[in-house]
C-alpha cells in the first residue's frame, strides 16, 4: 500500500505543477503537450507518474487526450459556447463587445505598462515589428494575426489571469467571426494604415512604461475599430437594398 500512495501523491505534485502552468497562461488552451517519454524527462519523473498526472487533469477538465496527443483543454467552452450562440445572433451586441473590450482593456493596458518584464516588452516589439512586416507585404491575414497576437500579449503582460483567461476566450470568439467579418474588414487599405498606427501607439507606450498613454491609446483604437465595422455594416446594408430594388422586377409579374 505504501508504494501507490507515495506515487499518488508524487502525481498529484506532478499535475499541480501542470495545472499552475496552464493558470498562468504559459500552456495555452489548444496547444500540444510534448510526447509521455519527453515530458517526463523534462519534468525529471517516472512515466507512470506522469501518467497519472495527466489523468488527473483530464478528469478536472484541463488536458483533452486523443489519437493525435495531449493536448491543453479548451476548457473555458462550457461557458463560452452558449454565449457564443447568445451573442452572434444579434448584430447589436457588437457595439457592447466593443464597450466591454475598451473597459477591460484600458485596465489591461494600463496594468502592462506597469507589469511587463523585459521578456514581455520584448515579444510586444517583436509583434509589432511581424505586423508591419505583413503590412507592407500586404498580407492581410497574417496582419490580422498578429493584431489577435499583440492584445493576446498585452493580456498576459497585464499578469492579470482573470483577464488573461477571459479576454482569450473573447479572441477565439473574434477569429471565428462572432462579432464581424474580420477578412472582410482588414481587405480594407485605409482601414490597415489607421490599425497599425494605433497598434504602434499602444504597444509604444506600454514598452515605454506609460499607463495613462497606453489605456488611452488601446481605448481609441477599441472606439475606432468599433466605429469602423458598424460603418462597413451600414454600407453593405446599403448597397444590398439597392441591389434589391434594382432585381425587384424578378419578383413581379410580367
Known amino acids: 500500500m505504501i508504494e501507490p500512495l507515495r ?3 508524487l502525481a498529484e505534485t506532478i499535475a499541480e505543477h501542470i495545472e499552475r502552468m ?11 503537450l510534448a510526447s509521455e517519454r519527453d515530458l517526463a524527462e523534462r519534468l525529471e519523473v517516472s512515466r507512470p507518474s506522469l501518467r497519472d498526472a495527466l489523468q488527473l487533469l483530464e ?3 484541463l488536458l483533452a487526450t486523443s489519437r493525435d496527443g495531449t493536448r491543453v483543454a479548451q476548457f473555458l467552452a462550457p461557458l463560452t459556447e452558449p454565449l457564443v450562440a447568445l451573442l452572434q ?28 518584464t523585459d521578456p514581455e516588452r ?7 515589428e511581424a505586423m508591419e512586416a505583413a503590412h507592407v507585404a500586404e498580407d492581410a491575414t497574417l496582419e490580422a494575426e498578429a493584431d489577435i497576437e499583440l492584445h493576446r500579449l498585452v493580456y498576459e503582460a497585464s499578469h492579470n489571469l482573470v483577464i488573461l483567461h477571459v479576454m482569450r476566450a473573447f479572441s477565439d470568439m473574434l477569429r471565428r467571426d462572432i462579432f464581424f467579418n474580420r477578412e472582410k474588414l482588414f481587405a480594407q487599405p485605409d482601414f490597415r494604415v489607421a490599425l497599425l498606427a494605433q497598434h504602434k501607439a499602444f504597444a509604444g507606450a506600454i514598452i515605454a512604461g506609460e499607463p495613462e498613454t497606453a489605456e488611452r491609446a488601446i481605448v481609441d483604437h477599441l472606439n475606432y475599430t468599433g466605429a469602423a465595422v458598424e460603418a462597413f455594416r451600414r454600407d453593405e446594408a446599403r448597397a444590398g437594398l439597392a441591389l434589391r430594388r434594382l432585381n425587384r422586377s424578378t419578383l413581379l409579374a410580367g
Do not use: H, M, N, W
Open 59 to 61: 478528469a478536472r477538465g
Open 22 to 32: 496552464i493558470l498562468e497562461g504559459v500552456l495555452r488552451p489548444g496547444e500540444k
Open 122 to 128: 520584448a515579444a510586444i516589439a517583436a509583434c509589432i
Open 89 to 116: 445572433s444579434s448584430e447589436q451586441v457588437t457595439g457592447d463587445y466593443f464597450e466591454y473590450r475598451a473597459a477591460v482593456e484600458a485596465k489591461a493596458a494600463a496594468l502592462a505598462a506597469v507589469r511587463a
Open 7 to 9: 506515487t499518488r501523491k
